[in-house]
C-alpha cells in the first residue's frame, strides 16, 4: 500500500499577498507535531519512532504509513522551515523595492522574526548532518536560494555606493550565519520580543555593510510596520 504524503502546510507559504510579518499558528499534521516536540527536545539521535508514535497516540507501523522513516519526518519538517523562511525572505526583498538599504534590512527582519517565531523548526537546522545525501542536497539548494538572495542584496547595495563592503559574498554569508544562529539559543518569553530582537540584528547587519543610520522607507513601505530599535 502507497505511503500517504505526510507533509502539511506551511501555513501562509505560497499564498500571494501574504504578510512576511505575519506568523499563523503551523498547520501541522498529528505526527509532524510530535515530532517537532521531540526533536526539539531530545534532537534528532534522541528521538525513536516509538516515541513519536507514543506522543501521538498511535502504533510504529501506522507513523510508517504515512512517513517512510524518522528522517523522513524529520525532513519533511526541515522543508517546511526552509520554504517558510525562504518565501518571507523573498517577499521582504520586494517590498524594499530597487534600493539595497531597505531590502537588507527587511530580509534580516523576516529571517529574525522567522528564527524566533518558528524557533522549534529553526532549532532543527543544526541537525541537518543527519540527512541522507539526497535529503540533504535538496535542503541546501533551499537554503542556497535565501544565500544568493543575500548576496545579491549587498553586491547591489556597493553597485548603487550605499554598502562599502569589500567582501560582499562573506559579508552575505556572515550576516546569515549570524541570523541563522539565533535558533540554538533563543527562548520563547525571554527578555527581549522577536520584533525587538529583529530592530537590533537589523542595525548589526546594516553596521557590517557600512551603513551607520536605519534607512527610511518609501512611502509604500512607510505604511508597513518598521522594526523596533
Given amino acids: 500500500m502507497a505511503r500517504r504524503n505526510g ?4 501555513g501562509e507559504a505560497g499564498q500571494a499577498g501574504a504578510d512576511w510579518r ?8 498529528p505526527i509532524l507535531a510530535a515530532a ?3 526533536f526539539y527536545e531530545h534532537g534528532f539521535h534522541g528521538t525513536t519512532v516509538r516515541d513519536i508514535a507514543r506522543r501521538v497516540g498511535q502504533t510504529v507501523p501506522s507513523l510508517y504509513y504515512h512517513h517512510e522513516n524518522k528522517e523522513g519526518v524529520f525532513a519533511t519538517l526541515l522543508e517546511m522551515g526552509t520554504t517558510d523562511v525562504a518565501w518571507r525572505a523573498e517577499a521582504a526583498a520586494a517590498e ?8 537588507l534590512a527587511y530580509v534580516v527582519e523576516a529571517i529574525v522574526l522567522y528564527m524566533t517565531h518558528r524557533v522549534r523548526l529553526a532549532a532543527l537546522d543544526p541537525e541537518l548532518r543527519h540527512l541522507s545525501p ?6 541546501a539548494a533551499r537554503r542556497k536560494e535565501v544565500e544568493n538572495l543575500m548576496a545579491g542584496i549587498v553586491r547591489a547595495g556597493v553597485r548603487q555606493g550605499v554598502f562599502t563592503a569589500s567582501l560582499p559574498d562573506e559579508t552575505a554569508r556572515a550576516i546569515l550565519g549570524m541570523c541563522q544562529s539565533i535558533g540554538r ?7 527581549l520580543a522577536p520584533e525587538e530582537l529583529a530592530g537590533r540584528y537589523v542595525d548589526i547587519a546594516l553596521m557590517a555593510v557600512g551603513v551607520t543610520k536605519r ?3 518609501s512611502t509604500r513601505a512607510a505604511k508597513v510596520r518598521a522594526p523596533s530599535r
Fill in 7 to 10: 507533509a502539511a502546510s506551511g
Fill in 22 to 29: 505575519r506568523f499563523e499558528p503551523l498547520e501541522l499534521t
Fill in 36 to 38: 517537532l516536540e521531540a
Fill in 96 to 103: 524594499g523595492g530597487d534600493r539595497a538599504d531597505l531590502q
Fill in 134 to 139: 539526497p535529503n540533504r542536497k535538496r535542503y
Fill in 185 to 191: 539559543w533563543y527562548h520563547p518569553g525571554g527578555p
Fill in 215 to 217: 534607512p527610511r522607507p
